[in-house]
């Protein structure tokens, strides 16, 4: 189990293409890369279906590679990095939603 306590982003943020609030979502059991995971026990993930990026992905992935996906915005809550996600459907990484109690979100 990685320990969380010493990351940087604790509270939610902000989208910064849609200014929704994101959603602390458990990582897939897959990564792209080395192979050495995410490092991190959750991340932050925007899920508005009307986010820009994650609206005009679609077109951008069938255009440029001939896939039907589209991506949201991500933060790593370790250090901070935002980055981009590929979703295959509306409800891809919906699985790993973190529900958070009241106490949590006052914080």
């Known amino acids: 189990m990685v320990s969380t306590e010493n990351y940087k ?8 293409h849609c200014k929704q609030k994101m959603t602390k979502t458990v990582p897939p059991p897959y990564s792209i890369g080395e192979g050495f995971g995410w490092g991190v026990s959750y991340f932050w993930i925007c899920f508005n279906d009307d986010c ?5 992905g679609w077109e951008h992935m069938k255009e440029n590679y001939g896939k039907s996906a589209s991506y949201r915005f991500m933060c790593l809550p370790d250090n901070g990095l935002t980055e981009t996600i590929a979703v295959f459907s509306h409800d891809g990484l919906r699985g790993g939603i973190v529900e958070e109690d009241k106490g949590e979100e006052e914080e």
């Open 52 to 56: 820009a990026l994650f609206v005009k």
């Open 9 to 16: 982003i604790k509270k939610a943020p902000t989208c910064p």
